[in-house]
């Protein structure tokens, strides 16, 4: 009878450990775009693929690059030849081997695939060969000191090749990769949910068996959510919550100064809605600009937490042009800009807004700043995922949008700056500006490269094609029962080592 009761109390034990299944539950302020590491734009689909996509390699708290999928790498002398040695006894989802073979085929993937966002990330890369199953050679076009970095992101995400051949331009809808969690199920603008992969390489540092992930667009929802315990980590704290957030005592915040940036992108040769005073002239673009107050944005919108920045990197940043500061508001000096131009007001003008407490306060606050210079915003809300697909199709004159940034500062201009690149939706053209990129990539000390960037600011910031506003803290708010979570400046939720209690 002892016998038959302890088998009862195992058995009871067991079964209540089935269910006690551990589900961390993430608000994400969008609903990602497409989950295909080659196709995707967005901030929060890097969120989703952080749990799901391992990379070759990965960064720090310090932005170093550290070894992921690959275990380390060799570049020659004249850096046209880089040699990556991969992680052995490494599984896709579906069972599959990751190895030289896998790694190569990703990596072409991302190369050749039509509509691919990686190509100008990656596009110094000739050819990449097997050296042997687990070590691959990229051979390069030149040398392209941001190579590692890119390969820190989605550029860097290996794709089960079989699941890919066989799923085509429909990979995103089931992505399979190599990373601590497989995909189960997308309900678009509802959820998304993955499981732990019990084949993971690092399965021992796993500990939290399924996630789902649910947008909210509303951040005070998002919030709510979190304090009523219906949702364990949100992303993208509104400012104003901050205190809300520490003075409840169930709740922790984590923030760091992110790598990316928010601004204007102005249209200026996308079809025809670019046939307008702002596209036309720099000069009534930089009128536009000395009506902006950035700091006045800062305190009415974030409570002062945010950084204000007029460049593609924040004024923290190393590679920061000390030589183009921030410029004061000055109105009359705009008006008088506008009145050389020939141009008299107001100037009406579509302003695509994507859709969020923040970005619509930001939108209204700059939208009552440049009406004093002659400028009339016409705000357009629009669902987020929308706005990238019509700013790609020229639909917008001006377009508030943001970045989350990389660690190196090539992954915040190059694709935005350079002519024909897939993120120069405006259409910004100019050799001088594509010949100092190539400089900038082409040399690996921090000074060489900062002056080849100064002729880039020389450039962009007097012409105006993206004006910059500032550079935002990552304010991720999670419940106490979340244990070991790490705020990065890149802003992605991290999964291995998080315990759920």
């Not at 030289?100 to 990656?122: D, V």
């Not at 990979?171 to 399979?176: A, C, E, K, N, S």
């Not at 005073?277 to 409570?303: H, M, S």
């Not at 201009?413 to 400089?439: I, L, M, R, W």
Request: hydrophobic content about 40%; glycine content about 6%; overall charge neutral.
């Amino acid at each position: 009878m002892k016998k038959f009761a302890l088998t009862l109390a195992l058995s009871a034990a067991m079964a209540g450990s089935a269910f006690a299944q551990t589900n961390l539950r993430i608000g994400l302020a969008e609903d990602p775009d497409v989950l295909d590491p080659s196709l995707a734009r967005t901030y929060v689909g890097r969120i989703v693929f952080s749990s799901i996509c391992d990379k070759l390699f990965d960064i720090d708290e310090k932005l170093n690059i550290v070894p992921q999928l690959a275990l380390s790498q060799d570049t020659s002398e004249d850096g046209k030849e880089v040699v990556i040695k991969l992680r052995p006894n490494v599984t896709f989802h579906d069972g599959e081997p990751f190895d030289a073979k896998a790694a190569k085929y990703s990596l072409e993937r991302h190369l050749n695939m039509k509509g691919s966002f990686r190509k100008p990330e990656i596009g110094s890369v000739e050819s990449v060969d097997v050296v042997d199953p687990l070590t691959i050679k990229l051979t390069l076009k030149a040398p392209f000191s941001p190579l590692l970095a890119q390969l820190t992101d989605r550029a860097g995400m290996m794709v089960s090749p079989k699941a890919a051949e066989a799923a085509g331009d429909k990979f995103g809808l089931h992505p399979v990769c190599a990373g601590p969690y497989k995909f189960v199920e997308r309900v678009q603008q509802d959820r998304i949910v993955v499981e732990k992969f019990k084949d993971y390489w690092n399965k021992d540092n796993v500990f939290i068996d399924k996630i789902t992930y649910l947008p909210i667009v509303d951040g005070t929802v998002r919030l709510a959510n979190l304090r009523s315990g219906g949702l364990d980590l949100i992303e993208r704290v509104l400012a104003t919550d901050i205190k809300t957030v520490r003075d409840d005592k169930k709740l922790k915040l984590s923030k760091a100064v992110s790598l990316g940036y928010l601004g204007l992108t102005i249209n200026l040769k996308n079809g025809p809605k670019a046939d307008n005073p702002l596209g036309k002239a720099a000069r009534v673009r930089r009128a536009f600009e000395l009506a902006i107050d950035r700091d006045a944005i800062n305190q009415v919108v974030f409570n002062g937490e945010f950084v204000p920045g007029n460049q593609w990197v924040s004024p923290q940043n190393p590679y920061y042009q000390e030589k183009f500061p921030i410029p004061k508001r000055d109105i009359a000096k705009a008006k008088a800009l506008l009145k050389e131009a020939g141009v008299t007001g107001p100037i009406p003008l579509d302003f695509m807004v994507p859709n969020g407490a923040e970005t619509r306060a930001v939108a209204e606050v700059v939208q009552s700043m440049v009406a004093e210079a002659g400028f009339d915003l016409k705000i357009r809300v629009t669902e987020f995922a929308t706005s990238l697909k019509q700013s790609e199709e020229g639909n917008y004159q001006v377009y508030l949008i943001g970045w989350s940034g990389r660690s190196d500062p090539d992954g915040n201009s190059y694709s935005f700056q350079v002519c024909g690149q897939p993120q120069n939706t405006n259409g910004y053209c100019d050799k001088e500006v594509d010949a100092a990129h190539a400089e900038a990539r082409a040399k690996s000390k921090l000074e060489d490269r900062k002056a080849a960037y100064e002729k880039v600011a020389a450039k962009t910031l007097t012409e105006g094609a993206i004006v910059y506003l500032y550079h935002a803290q990552v304010l991720v708010a999670h419940t106490d029962k979340l244990e070991g979570y790490k705020q990065m400046p890149d802003g992605l939720v991290r999964v291995i080592g998080l315990k759920l209690k």
